[in-house]
T-cell receptor, first 114, second 113 residues
Framework: KAGVTQTPRYLIKTRGQQVTLSCSPI?????VSWYQQTPGQGLQFLFE???????NKGNFPGRFSGRQFSNSRSEMNVSTLELGDSALYLC?????????????FGPGTRLTVL | AQSVTQLDSQVPVFEEAPVELRCNYS??????LFWYVQYPNQGLQLLLK??????LVKGINGFEAEFNKSQTSFHLRKPSVHISDTAEYFC???????????FGQGTRLTINP
């Protein structure tokens, strides 16, 4: 079974631009979560989608948004990029259940904002 | 709110020596506990998890962890490490029934030959 895939793997943008990152979950997984990883702040939860609905949201500004499609694929968008948005963005998918399910992480998209 | 503290940012050990990576958490409600490993330029991989039951949890690659409710700790151990265990290790918690993970700051494990 194929793992979680994220595209692109690397991205360079300039301040003020916007960016869209894509995540394809493992087949059969309906929950997709996004995390931001930086050296200073560590791993922080952005949001979780399930059945095309945002089910949980972290403490990030409105410039960060996401969506999920009917095939469970998800995208996240960052508008008006700032230097501090440079990070590794990780996507994770999991089966639906009572919780405690393993989240399978993709390799991440490394975003550099110049 | 939940929080996780990993007490050591870096742990150097010699190959074949035992290692313990420490993790304390804070939560007013019951949580699930996890340890993830991240190798360079890769995503995170689950080592083990505690949901309920036995407080000693065995995971992949010879790792184990012990849940201690009174001390709110979930320390990770391995009796004999290998060069290939060099990586960053993250402790995380989630509320029961939720997917959101709250991570600690990570512990970089370096294995010296």
């Amino acid at each position: 079974k194929a793992g979680v895939t994220q595209t692109p793997r690397y991205l360079i943008k300039t301040r003020g631009q916007q960016v869209t990152l894509s995540c394809s979950p493992i087949s059969g997984h309906r929950s997709v979560s996004w995390y931001q990883q930086t050296p200073g702040q560590g791993l922080q939860f952005l949001f979780e989608y399930f059945s095309e609905t945002q089910r949980n949201k972290g403490n990030f500004p409105g410039r960060f948004s996401g969506r999920q499609f009917s095939n469970s694929r998800s995208e996240m968008n960052v508008s008006t990029l700032e230097l501090g948005d440079s990070a590794l963005y990780l996507c994770a998918s999991s089966l639906v259940g009572p919780g405690g399910n393993e989240q399978f992480f993709g390799p991440g998209t490394r975003l550099t904002v110049l | 709110a939940q929080s996780v503290t990993q007490l050591d940012s870096q742990v150097p050990v010699f190959e074949e020596a035992p290692v313990e990576l420490r993790c304390n958490y804070s939560s007013s409600v019951s949580v699930y506990l996890f340890w993830y490993v991240q190798y360079p330029n890769q995503g995170l991989q689950l080592l083990l998890k505690y949901l309920s039951g036995s407080t000693l949890v065995k995971g992949i690659n010879g790792f184990e962890a012990e849940f201690n409710k009174s001390q709110t700790s979930f320390h990770l151990r391995k009796p004999s490490v290998h060069i290939s265990d060099t990586a960053e290790y993250f402790c995380a918690v989630s509320l029961q029934g939720a997917q959101k993970l709250v991570f600690g700051q990570g512990t970089r494990l370096t294995i010296n030959p």
